[in-house]
């Protein structure tokens, strides 16, 4: 699997948008981009995937750039619960093996 | 839905001793997966399930460590004899399509 490259903290106000970069240069064509979440004490919580195209649901948006070497996960207007470890995955289409690195601490300050 | 559930949540006990977590995943989905967390090492897939079928254990640490899944509804992870040096969170996932849904975890003290 294709490793990833997360910035190890970062900060945001809240009601700002949250901006979570991640780098995956050797991404292979077949490797779909997924985020994860870990709030403090909790289990980590899916959040989003994508493979090439951007994708937007209820709780954030994913943009992946054209030659896919790179992502970022958008909160539109990120809230004090969404201070958390968020963890950028990519993974083989079908294949299960989840290696987590060790992700961006977010802060979201009132 | 009641989402992953995993007992008991806290977990203290002596070296030597042994420990068994649970699990029980959401109702349907077919792979089950047992994941091991530390400040050190992060988090770690010890072993995965699919439809009540051991695939992969290649992360269980060593012979002290094994897991079992009987039915789609239940899993056990079980260290006997416990050390320290296992004290950890143990958190449980099922999944029936690509993402994991995990449990909020057993933390698990060994003294």
């Known amino acids: 699997d294709a490793k990833t490259t997360q910035p190890p903290s970062m900060d945001c106000a809240e009601g700002r948008a949250a901006n979570l970069p991640c780098n995956h240069s050797?991404?292979?064509?077949?490797?779909?981009v997924y985020w994860y979440r870990q709030i403090h004490s909790q289990g980590p919580q899916y959040i989003i995937h994508?493979?090439?195209n951007n994708e937007t649901n209820e709780m954030a948006s994913l943009i992946i750039t054209e030659d896919r070497k790179s992502s970022t996960l958008i909160l539109p207007h990120a809230t004090l619960r969404d201070t958390a470890v968020y963890y950028c995955?990519?993974?083989?289409?079908?294949?299960?093996?989840?290696?987590f690195g060790t992700g961006t601490r977010l802060k979201v300050l009132a | 839905d009641a989402g992953v559930i995993q007992s008991p949540r806290h977990e203290v006990t002596e070296m030597g001793q042994e420990v068994t977590l649970r699990c029980k995943p959401i109702?349907?989905?077919?792979?089950l997966f047992w994941y091991r967390q530390t400040m050190m090492r992060g988090l770690e897939l010890l072993i995965y399930?699919?439809?009540?079928?051991?695939?992969?254990d290649s992360g269980m640490p060593e012979d002290r460590f094994s897991a079992k899944m009987p039915n789609a509804s239940f899993s056990t992870l079980k260290i006997q004899p416990s050390e320290p040096r296992d004290s950890a969170v143990y958190f449980c996932?099922?999944?029936?399509?690509?993402?994991?849904?995990f449990g909020p975890g057993t933390r698990l003290t060994v003294t």
């Open positions: 996932a099922s999944s029936n399509r690509y993402e994991q849904y």
């Open positions: 050797t991404i292979s064509g077949n490797e779909y």
């Open positions: 994508g493979l090439k």
């Open positions: 995955i990519v993974i083989a289409s079908g294949t299960y093996k989840y290696i």
């Open positions: 109702s349907g989905h077919n792979s």
């Open positions: 399930f699919n439809n009540n079928v051991p695939i992969d």
